[in-house]
C-alpha cells in the first residue's frame, strides 16, 4: 500500500521551532517531487514549500520564506520540514504530497497536481 505519513507536529510557543517529517511507504521517493500543504480552520488551504526529485529546486510561500527549510533525504525515504520563528498563524493541518515526475530540478505547490496525500499532522502555535 502506497502511503504518506507525516509525524512531528505538535504544540510550540511563538518564536519556536520544529521539524516535520514526511515518510514514504510502499514506494520510493527518489522520482518523486513532495509538497507540503497546510490547511487551517476558516482559511484557504495553502502551498507552503516543494522540493524537486534531486533537491535541486526548493520553492516556499512568501508566508514562511526564511523561516522553513525543506529538504528530502532519499536514503531515509522521508522529506521534511524545519519550521523556525514560528508564528500563531502557522497553525494548521500540515501534510505533504508526492508526485512522481521526470522533471528533475522543479517542483510545484500547486495541490491538484499531486497524487499521493498523507493524513497530516497538527501544529499548533501558541502561548
Known amino acids: 500500500q502506497l502511503k504518506l505519513v507525516e509525524s512531528g507536529g505538535g504544540l510550540v510557543q511563538p518564536g519556536g521551532s520544529l521539524r516535520l517529517s514526511c515518510a514514504a511507504s510502499g514506494f520510493t521517493l527518489d522520482y518523486h517531487a513532495v509538497g507540503w500543504f497546510r490547511q487551517a480552520p476558516g482559511k484557504e488551504r495553502e502551498g507552503i514549500s516543494c522540493i524537486s526529485v534531486h533537491d535541486g529546486s526548493a520553492k516556499y510561500a512568501d508566508s514562511v520564506k526564511g523561516r522553513f527549510t525543506i529538504s528530502r533525504d532519499n536514503a531515509e525515504n522521508t522529506v521534511y520540514l524545519q519550521m523556525s520563528g514560528l508564528k500563531p498563524e502557522d497553525t494548521g493541518l500540515y501534510y505533504c504530497?508526492?508526485?512522481?515526475?521526470?522533471?528533475?530540478?522543479?517542483?510545484?505547490?500547486?495541490?491538484?497536481?499531486?497524487?499521493?496525500y498523507g493524513q497530516g499532522t497538527q501544529v499548533t502555535v501558541s502561548s
Open positions: 504530497a508526492a508526485i512522481i515526475t521526470t522533471v528533475q530540478h522543479m517542483c510545484s505547490m500547486t495541490h491538484d497536481l499531486y497524487d499521493h
